[in-house]
């Protein structure tokens, strides 16, 4: 079962949030889902929160939209840095990036 496919099934609210201590500034994620990352001036990547700010406090979260759902995991899979991390907001488990799993 995939990750969209267990939110969808327990329907479990999840958030994303990246490690800019380990982002080497290479977009992808921005590429994959740029209502939800964006890249900064100092070059590196920031999740967005509601009305497209950027939220560049250190561990900022933003929930991830169920359309965008797989987009979002895609770029934390694709992420070289491996940064960012998927978790449920309920418990705040990792169920995808580099601590999930």
Do not use: N
Not at 15 to 39: H, K, R, S
Not at 46 to 59: F, H, N, P, S
Not at 70 to 87: F, N, Q, Y
Request: negative net charge; proline residues 6%.
């Amino acid at each position: 079962m995939s990750v969209q496919q267990e939110a969808v099934a327990d329907g479990e609210a999840l958030e994303v949030w990246i490690d800019q201590d380990l982002c080497t500034g290479d977009g992808i994620c921005a590429q994959y889902a740029p209502e939800v990352f964006e890249l900064d001036i100092d070059g590196l990547a920031y999740v967005k929160g509601t009305g497209d700010e950027l939220l560049q406090a250190k561990g900022a979260t933003t929930p991830v939209p169920l359309p965008l759902l797989t987009d979002v995991v895609d770029s934390a899979k694709e992420c070289p840095g491996e940064c960012i991390h998927v978790r449920r907001v309920s418990d705040r488990v990792e169920v995808y990036g580099p601590e999930a799993d």
